[in-house]
């Protein structure tokens, strides 16, 4: 086991604990999805061996690529890998044309920000004869150079597609917040997403989004701060990996 990789994970899940603590949740209501980008199948295979075995990366090429290796290595690696089973999130921006080669794999697609994008998974879901579930994509902050729906948008959003499409689930929803050296400074959007999100779940989770229980917010800089604030998911890579090379 790679010792640095393992010791970050233990760190991330207490910062995780602590934080759901002082929100008077449970650690084991936080999914930690750990960041794969630019990250080698080995160093992915070590976090899985810490326990971390969900695993999100943003670009579809590399996740086909290192999902290959990854499960060989989970297969055929140490004994404690063989039982564990990886679940694989696509975090990233994802473009309609690329659907076809994760439809078959992937657990939670988290970057869904458009009718059109769930109408093509939709059709790769009934090819494979599953269910895919997603996220829909928020951009609380309104930022440009980032995807996703205003958050005003998300309900009939996710309505439309429920009503629609029975091979997609809509689990929940994502966000992307700006980046700031103080988490506390984006405290705001999560907590606006949040209240959304909550919104969104008493009206419609016992009837036309019956599977909406997932909240996908917080990363590395400001993932305590999205736990305080109602996340059920945060994706974490450098906290886990350390910085990029």
């Not at 993932?223 to 990029?244: C, L, M, Q, S």
Request: proline letters at 3%; hydrophobic letters at 40%.
């Amino acid at each position: 086991m790679n010792k640095e990789i393992a010791e970050n994970v233990l760190e991330v899940r207490r910062r995780i604990a602590a934080a759901a603590a002082r929100a008077g949740r449970r650690a084991d209501e936080v999914t930690l999805v750990a960041v794969t980008k630019t990250r080698s199948p080995e160093q992915m295979a070590a976090a899985v061996e810490a326990g971390c075995c969900d695993l999100g990366e943003n670009r579809v090429q590399e996740y086909v690529e290192k999902r290959e290796k990854t499960q060989y290595l989970a297969e055929n690696g140490e004994k404690n890998l063989k039982n564990l089973k990886i679940k694989w999130h696509l975090i990233g921006h994802l473009q309609r044309n690329k659907v076809k080669y994760i439809a078959d794999s992937v657990g939670l697609i988290h970057s869904v920000d458009s009718f059109r994008l769930a109408e093509e998974i939709e059709a790769r879901a009934a090819a494979c004869d599953r269910r895919i579930e997603i996220l829909i994509q928020l951009n609380p902050a309104g930022e440009e150079q980032k995807s996703g729906v205003a958050p005003a948008e998300a309900e009939g959003l996710a309505l439309e597609i429920a009503g629609r499409f029975p091979h997609v689930a809509v689990t929940g929803l994502m966000a992307v917040v700006p980046v700031a050296d103080d988490p506390e400074a984006v405290r705001s959007y999560f907590r606006e997403v949040r209240e959304l999100f909550d919104a969104i779940q008493a009206q419609h989770g016992s009837g036309a989004l019956p599977w909406m229980k997932q909240l996908s917010m917080g990363m590395t800089h400001d993932y305590e701060v999205a736990v305080e604030e109602g996340a059920t998911i945060v994706r974490v890579g450098t906290g886990i990996f350390g910085p990029r090379g």
